[in-house]
């Protein structure tokens, strides 16, 4: 059984920066699939960050200026990368992983406990 593991949220001032890691448990090297889903108060939870196995990564069109998603399958880790952070960032990011794209979109296999980010003005 895979566990997903977030760390490094926290609170900042608007334009800061933090890092996110995600460690797993196991290998990740089977899940073709992992990133960063976010959920802020009163919204649905939406998908931040994406790397794939094979070395190819990107970030939603709100946020690939700022974030950085980078992977490393030998040290089982996902980080990302936020930088120029604004109060609209604040939520709970979560680490997830599939074994494909469309269970990662739909429904990732497994998903972290969760780090909160707060970003104030």
């Known amino acids: 059984q895979v566990q997903l593991v977030e760390s490094g949220g926290g609170l900042v001032q608007a334009g800061g920066s933090l890092r996110l890691s995600c460690a797993a448990s196991g290998s990740i090297f089977s899940f073709a699939v992992m990133g960063w889903y976010r959920q802020a108060p009163g919204k649905q939870r939406e998908l931040v960050a994406t790397?794939?196995?094979?070395?190819?990564?990107n970030c939603a069109d709100s946020v690939k200026d700022r974030f950085t998603i980078s992977r490393d399958n030998a040290k089982n880790t996902v980080v990302l990368q936020l930088n120029s952070l604004k109060p609209e960032d604040t939520a709970v990011y979560y680490c997830a992983a599939a074994r494909n794209f469309l269970n990662f979109i739909r429904s990732p296999d497994y998903w972290g406990q969760g780090t909160q980010v707060t970003v104030s003005s």
């Open positions: 790397a794939f196995s094979g070395g190819a990564a």
